[in-house]
Structures are given as structure tokens and as C-alpha cells.
């Protein structure tokens, strides 16, 4: 863009300034000497306050710009080193739209045998630092000399940047460790297998010396998983849809494996619905994200299950549909038999709550180890058994009493 005023606002600015590869997709020039209406919409702020006190409607400058002079040309991708240098050029007055025509041309024209700004500082004194050395050429290429105010808190803002370039999240840096902390939770879910547990109940009744453990690992895992979605949720539809093919298998393994883990922090504080009033929205897009690619036919787990004693249960939230089973269960006994609508609800919700396991079952999306003596769901099961009248026949009922789950976990059972 040639002499455009600034048309960015700080979100904009943001999104750009975080993916170095976006800023030279937007080049600015702007005769600094010559044209005022780059600087139009400048809002100065001064350092210690620029990231605090600027309002949310200032207009930001966003990806590269080239300013030029007679003399030559310098350029920044730092937006507040690009905001203080504007407003340091002393412009002429603008002339009609013709001669601004006229002054970019000639720019266009100069480029080609132009060089940016690289050469040797006319200032007297050596320079010994590098990045005083830049920021000072930067000021001479547009004929601002000796200002020593203006290239100290140049420098300074290019330290800034420096600095927040190299806290930038990449979320390929820590691949490797990711594997190793799903690595060090997948050990866990088999030594509470072992245990006729399950991890989820042995995580939730936290009486094993490895939990503490297990609680920096979920919570290094949570805050990876939680920047990998806002970071995708600020880009582009385009690059947001290559992204997830590329990081939804890693995701999805990561919500089916640490989600029922919040899920028994949220019920061992005594919570409720967790899906409506617990879920982390994180949890939420991942499992949005899986479901729009399999629409797509872009990404499909298979569903043809040889072994369920390793499989992880597909529906990440299957232990909060347990645990509010288990309320019901407890709501159920302990209800007036007077209340009729009430147990009425409570019954339905139960019957709704068999028909999803089942569903579950023979879509072999559930992990075996659901049927383990000391599992949160097998205690659901002698609860919701006392309470069913006798004759009560359901293919849930059949497929535990006649303990068809044993054929289930080698993945050998026949399911009409």
C-alpha cells in the first residue's frame, strides 16, 4: 500500500506482529518527508504506558514498512518503532493528489537502484553496539540526525520486540515433550488397570504416590493444548483448517486421554453437569474441529476395534454422563414416593443414560476398562440394579448380567 493512513487496530496488529511470516505479506511505503497522511490516524502513547493505556480503537500500524526520503529508504516490522519514527519526520505540506501520484512514482522508479538503508552512521563518534548502530542508520535514512532521545527509545522498543519474539508459542518446540508426558499418563492408565481400578477412579480417589505426578503432567499438557487452540482460533479460516489436519490426531488423543481427569476433579469437589457448567472451552473445539473433518472424510479413526483394553473411549465426557447417572441413582432412592413427575424424570433420564452406553458399546467407542470391579461405572451399575424392578430388560442389562463384556474387551463380541 502507497501513503495508506494506518487501518489496523491493536488486535489486528497483534495477530499480524505474532506470525513473522505474515508481516511481508503487508508492505507499506509512505514518503515520510513528503506525505502526512501516513501519519493521519498516529496515536502517540509513550513507552512505559503503550501496551496499557492505549485505547482499543486506535488505529495501529500492521506489517512492513518501507519510509523514504531523497536520501534513502529504511523499513520496520516493529509497529511502535514505526508509530514513533512517523511521528518524528517533519512532513511538507501536501500538495494535490496528482503530485502524491508523482511522489510514489518516482519512489517505484528509485527502488530498483536504490539500497536500503545499509551503510555507515554519520554521526562522529564510533558506534560500538549493533543495535544502537541500526537504530541510528534508521533515523539518518530519513533525515532525522541526532536524536538521541528517538534512537535510545528505538532501541528500546527493538528490545521489546526481541524479547517477545522469543517468548512467541510454538507449539512444535515442546512436541517432543508432549509425547513424553502422554507417554508418562498412558503408564499410569495401565498400572491402574492392573489395580482392577481404572485411571479415572484412581485419579479421582488420588491414593497413589504417582498422582502428584500425574496432576503437573495434565496441567503441562492443559496449558500446551489450551494455546494450541487460541492460537489457531486467531488465524484465518484457511490456515486454521491446514492446522488442524495436521495437530487434530495429536488433540484428539489428548482430550480422550486427560478430560476425564478434570472430569474427576470437577466431581470430587461435589460439582454438577459438568458438560454445561465445567467444560473447558478448549475441550469443546477440539472435539468441534474433529467432528466438522470427519464430515469431511479429511480424518477418520477407525472404528474397527481389535483390542479395546488399549483403546481410549472416544466421547471424552463419557465419565461426566457416569457420574450424573450416578446422582440420578442417588436422587432416585432418595425421592419421596410421592413425587411422581420427579422420579418420572429420573427414570428416563436413567433409561436415556442405557441407551448411550450401549450406543457407545456397539460403535466399540468405549474402552473396556469401564467394566473393571472397582470402575465408577460398575458402581453405577449395582446402584441403578437395586433400583429397577426385576422384570426391567434392556440390551445394557443383558449385556452386563450375562457378563458379555468379557468377549467385548478382546474385541471378539458380535453386536446385532
Known amino acids: 500500500m502507497f501513503g495508506s493512513p494506518l487501518v ?13 511470516a505474515w508481516n ?24 512505559n504506558s503503550m501496551d496499557l493505556d492505549s485505547k482499543s480503537d486506535d ?43 508523482n511522489v510514489y512514482s518516482r519512489i517505484i522508479e528509485q527502488l530498483e537502484s536504490m539500497i536500503v538503508r545499509k551503510g555507515i552512521s554519520q554521526v562522529n563518534e564510533p558506534i560500538l553496539n549493533s543495535l544502537r548502530a541500526g537504530t ?44 513424553i508426558k502422554m507417554a508418562e499418563l498412558e503408564w499410569y492408565k495401565k498400572v491402574a488397570k492392573a489395580n482392577e481400578t481404572g485411571y479415572y477412579d484412581c485419579y479421582k480417589k488420588q491414593l497413589s504416590r504417582w498422582d502428584r505426578d500425574v496432576i503437573k503432567h495434565k496441567k ?31 488433540g484428539t488423543t489428548y482430550r480422550r486421554m486427560v478430560e476425564p481427569l478434570d472430569i474427576a476433579d470437577y466431581y470430587r469437589d461435589d460439582g454438577s453437569n459438568y458438560v454445561t ?37 472416544d466421547d471424552s465426557c463419557f465419565w461426566a454422563h457416569v457420574e450424573e447417572a450416578r446422582l440420578w441413582c442417588k436422587s432416585l432412592k432418595t425421592a419421596d414416593v410421592g413425587m411422581i413427575s420427579e422420579r418420572v424424570c429420573l427414570r428416563q433420564k436413567l433409561m436415556e443414560f ?31 440394579e437395586m433400583l429397577i424392578e426385576p422384570h426391567h430388560n434392556s440390551p445394557l ?19 446385532n
Not at 538521541?148 to 522469543?166: A, T, V
Not at 458399546?361 to 470391579?373: G, T
Request: glycine share 4%; proline share 3%.
Open 220 to 250: 503441562f499438557l492443559t496449558n500446551y493444548w489450551k494455546e494450541v487452540v487460541a492460537q489457531n482460533e486467531r488465524k484465518p479460516q484457511k490456515q486454521l483448517v491446514y492446522l488442524r489436519s495436521r495437530w487434530l490426531y495429536a
Open 59 to 101: 488505529y495501529k500500524p500492521f506489517g512492513t514498512f518501507l519510509l523514504c526520503c531523497e536520501d534513502g529508504c529504511t523499513w520496520s516490522e516493529n509497529p511502535e518503532a514505526v508509530s514513533e519514527l512517523l511521528m518524528a519526520v517533519e512532513t511538507e505540506d501536501a500538495g494535490n493528489e496528482e503530485w502524491t501520484v
Open 24 to 47: 511481508s505479506c503487508f508492505l507499506h511505503v509512505a514518503a515520510t518527508s513528503k506525505d502526512s497522511i501516513p501519519r493521519l490516524f498516529i496515536a502517540p502513547h509513550d513507552l
Open 136 to 179: 541510528t542508520l534508521q533515523t539518518e535514512a530519513i533525515r532525522i540526525r541526532n536524536e538521541q532521545l528517538l534512537i535510545k527509545k528505538l532501541e528500546e522498543l527493538e528490545e521489546i520486540c526481541m524479547f517477545n519474539k522469543g517468548k512467541a508459542f510454538d507449539p512444535a518446540k515442546k512436541l517432543n515433550v508432549i509425547k
Open 354 to 384: 442405557e441407551v448411550y452406553v450401549m450406543e457407545q458399546i456397539k460403535k466399540y467407542a468405549v474402552s473396556s476398562e469401564i467394566f473393571l470391579k472397582g470402575s465408577s461405572f460398575m458402581q453405577w451399575w449395582k446402584e441403578y
Open 277 to 313: 457448567n465445567g467444560r473447558s472451552h478448549h475441550y469443546i473445539k477440539l472435539e468441534q474441529w474433529l467432528e466438522e473433518d470427519e464430515k469431511q472424510s479429511r480424518f477418520q479413526i477407525d472404528t474397527k476395534k481389535q483390542n479395546m483394553d488399549v483403546i481410549l473411549t
Open 397 to 415: 442389562t443383558d449385556f452386563i448380567r450375562n457378563c458379555k463384556f468379557q468377549q467385548y474387551a478382546s474385541g471378539c463380541l458380535v453386536l
Open 8 to 20: 489496523g487496530d491493536k488486535g489486528f496488529q497483534q495477530a499480524i506482529s505474532q506470525r513473522p
